[in-house]
Each structure stands twice: as C-alpha cells, then as structure tokens.
C-alpha cells in the first residue's frame, strides 16, 4: 500500500464550478497536513496546511481533514483556468521538522 | 512568507562533470533542509535531509558519495552531484520550513541535463 494515495486523473471542471481533490494516507502518526500546487515545469507551492480534524478555510480553498478515516481534501471553489495544475498532497510526522511524504498528485483542468 | 533562494535554475553539463546546486534561506534559518528529485510525470522524491552542523541523511537507494550534501550554515545548504550521467537528469528542489506553524517551502528548483 502506498503511503499516499491520490488519483492521477486529469479531473476537469467547468470554470466557476467546485474542484474536489481527494487524498488518502496510511501512516496514523502522520500529524501535519499539506496541499501544494504544481504548474509543468515549476517548483510546487503551498497553498495549505492543516493538521487538526475538520475544515480550514482561505480564500476560495478549503483542507478538510478527517484522521479516523485517514484522508485529506482540497475544495476549490469558482475554478478558474488559472488553478489548471497537478496538485500534491503530503503529510510529515510528529514535531520537529520531519520529512515530508508526497502523493504523485492530481492533474487538474479547469475548461473555460 | 519564508523564501527559499534556489541557483542556479537550469544547467546542462557534460557526462562526468559535477555540478553544485545552492540553497539559500532568505528570510528564515533552516535548521533542515530537505531535497527532492522529481523527475517527468512523477512525484517528488526525498534524497536526503540536510541537517545544519552534521551529516546529511540519505533516503535508501540514494547514493551519498555521488550526491555531496553541505550544510555549513542556517542559511545555506548545497547539493553537489558528483561524476553526473545522463540518468541524473532531473528536477532537483530543495525545501526548508519556517517554524512548525507553517508550511514546508520549497526553493525555484535546478532542472539539470546531463549530456
């Protein structure tokens, strides 16, 4: 079983609509939480992090983190074109600064 | 926001050269630093992780004496990929996190080709 489950899609979306990202993890002691945002050929940015049960809003995304059932998502409302991008999802272990594990990441198209 | 300066972003070498990749944290002292390979389509995979004032850790599979990893200071940490094939071309990126209450961040990245 991998450590990080996403699917690779492409997921596509019609802009103004909710894009649903979803990501599963196996290892319970995980306890920090990441979504980042890839364009081809960039380095990846963060856009959140959570690491306690329940929503985090900011701006048009939203994390929700349920550790029972040992997943994580990412919500983006009013898609725009420009959210076009493979999206990572990680998570790290217990204080300190502990490495980080990435899923191989859902590609997102956002049709105008 | 923590800033992680990454240089250079693109070199081409030739085959059994070696070729040094700069980190710098701008805003922030890493304590660790963590580097990634990524190559086409894939995800991002752990190399090592670079602790300040010790030696680096290096993930299974990774060789440490092909890939040096220096991490003289709070602010600075250096990867050096030693004797490099074409197999070692990549994307390499490197991470640095500004305290617990935030996110991981990521340098611009180094795409090296190797020919």
């Known amino acids: 079983q991998k450590e990080v489950e996403q699917n690779s899609g492409p997921l596509s979306v019609p802009e103004g609509a909710i894009a649903s990202l979803n990501c599963t993890y196996s290892?319970?002691?995980?306890?920090?939480f990441f979504w980042y945002r890839q364009y081809s050929g960039k380095s990846p940015e963060l856009i959140m992090f959570?690491?306690?049960?329940g929503d985090k809003e900011d701006g048009r995304f939203t994390a929700q983190l349920n550790k029972a059932s040992q997943y994580v998502s990412l919500l983006i409302r009013d898609s725009q074109p420009s959210d076009s991008a493979t999206y990572l999802c990680?998570?790290?272990?217990?204080?300190?600064?502990?490495?980080?594990?990435f899923g191989t990441g859902t590609k997102l198209q956002v049709i105008p | 926001g923590a800033v992680v300066s990454q240089h250079p972003s693109w070199v081409i070498c030739k085959s059994g050269t070696s070729v040094k990749i700069e980190c710098r944290s701008l805003?922030?002292?890493?304590?660790?630093m963590f580097w990634y390979r990524q190559f086409p389509k894939q995800s991002l995979m752990l190399m090592a992780t670079?602790?300040?004032?010790?030696?680096?850790?290096?993930e299974q599979g990774v060789e440490k004496d092909k890939f040096l990893i220096n991490h003289a200071s709070l602010t600075l940490s250096t990867l050096t990929v030693t004797s490099a094939h074409p197999e070692d071309s990549s994307f390499y990126i490197c991470?640095?996190?500004?305290?617990?209450?935030?996110?991981?961040?990521f340098g611009s990245g180094t795409r090296l080709t190797v020919v």
């Open positions: 805003d922030f002292q890493a304590t660790t």
């Open positions: 991470s640095g996190r500004r305290g617990l209450s935030n996110g991981y961040t």
């Open positions: 959570i690491y306690s049960n």
């Open positions: 990680a998570f790290s272990g217990g204080g300190g600064y502990q490495k980080v594990t």
């Open positions: 290892d319970r002691g995980s306890q920090s």
């Open positions: 670079s602790n300040e004032g010790s030696k680096a850790t290096y």
